[in-house]
């Protein structure tokens, strides 16, 4: 069912003055159930995500004692966003999806709509399907995935403080009220039963890529969150550490060799990437205090990381730090 037009027209129109860009609001706004979501997310990763990456994604997290082995992640996953999820922009489709049981926009919907809209925003503004980008000549590597989360932060971030702004500004003492009282029915089961990593990645975009929008809206405003899509943060050292960021301090590339030929019988490279600050402090969580974390991962100023194994079901990573 698509949502009351009167009522989407007019939070576009406030949610564009406050976040100061503009589009032709050529887009659908859908109400879908958790059932229908869940649907869509399974049919999404299967697609996204094949079988392969999925269980090197597990070894990977296992090994790093982010997860037990007996996890099932891509269902957990499924159901963790299942819970979670209040609405989210799809650019592939031009559509917007509000998860409501009943098929009406309350408050609670406008206000993630407002979140969403700003995503639909960005990306006619700034294209948000491109990889990130250090500078417009200089691709990312795919396999960078620290700096894919920290693009993310960038974008999770604005859109929660211009969504925050919109919620402050239009939302009455009333309805803000009534809204409290409706989220004491929501479920956070399958989130609290989740590893840290899993409960930290899912949140730490929004958390985090709030006080690093906060930080360059501070210094000048949204024309200033506006440039930093011309200027992709990197790293999520330069999300924990937005003063880095302006300071233009770049990530050390850390080039390590293939060294599949040294270890000999049939062992394969099976997966290269980058840990970030993000994955360093979480390594040092079950272990240090909030503050000792942060000061074991206030180091880190580049990473590449190899992931061999071989038929024997003997696995090896392989790290640089810089």
């Known amino acids: 069912a698509q949502g009351d037009q009167a009522a989407l027209d007019e939070v576009y129109e406030e949610t564009e003055k406050i976040r100061r860009l503009e589009a032709p609001f050529d887009i659908a706004v859908n109400f879908m159930s958790r059932e229908e979501l869940e649907d869509k997310l399974l049919e999404d990763m299967e697609e996204d995500m094949p079988e392969e990456e ?4 597990d070894e990977m997290m296992t090994m790093l004692g982010f997860i037990d082995e007996d996890l099932d992640l891509q269902s957990f996953y499924v ?22 049981e009943g098929g009406a926009m309350d408050y609670m919907d406008e206000d993630t709509l407002s979140h969403e809209l700003v ?10 399907e491109r990889p990130p980008l250090e500078d417009p000549e200089d691709a990312v590597e795919e396999t960078d995935d620290d700096a894919s989360f920290a693009a993310t932060c960038l ?23 009534e809204m409290s009282l409706d989220t004491g029915d929501y479920s956070f089961d399958v989130l609290e039963s989740a590893p840290y990593y899993i409960q930290d990645s899912l ?36 999300i924990m550490h937005p003063e880095k960021y302006l300071e233009g301090e770049a990530v050390i590339q850390v080039d390590m060799p293939d060294v599949t030929g040294d270890l ?32 074991a991962a206030d180091g880190w100023g580049g990473n590449s990381y190899q ?16």
């Open 307 to 322: 992931y061999y194994r071989n038929g024997d079901g003997d696995k090896l990573l392989n790290q640089g730090y810089a």
């Open 119 to 128: 995503h639909y925003l960005q990306d006619q503004n700034f294209d948000l």
């Open 264 to 295: 000999g019988g049939d062992w394969e490279l099976a997966y290269d990437n980058v840990l970030g600050e993000f994955d360093v402090y979480e390594l040092f969580k079950p272990y240090l205090s909030t503050r000792g974390m942060r000061k």
């Open 203 to 238: 949140l730490f975009p929004y958390t985090e890529g709030k006080e690093f929008v906060d930080y360059i809206h501070s210094e000048g405003g949204f024309a200033a969150v506006d440039a930093a899509y011309s200027n992709v943060p990197t790293s999520t050292e330069m």
């Open 54 to 57: 999925t269980q090197i994604a």
């Open 155 to 177: 974008v999770e971030g604005d859109a929660v403080l211009a969504s925050d702004i919109w919620f402050v500004e239009y939302v009455d003492a009333g309805d803000m009220l």
């Open 79 to 100: 159901d963790l966003l299942t819970e979670q999820i209040a609405g989210f922009y799809d650019p592939e489709d031009d559509s917007i999806y509000l998860i409501s």
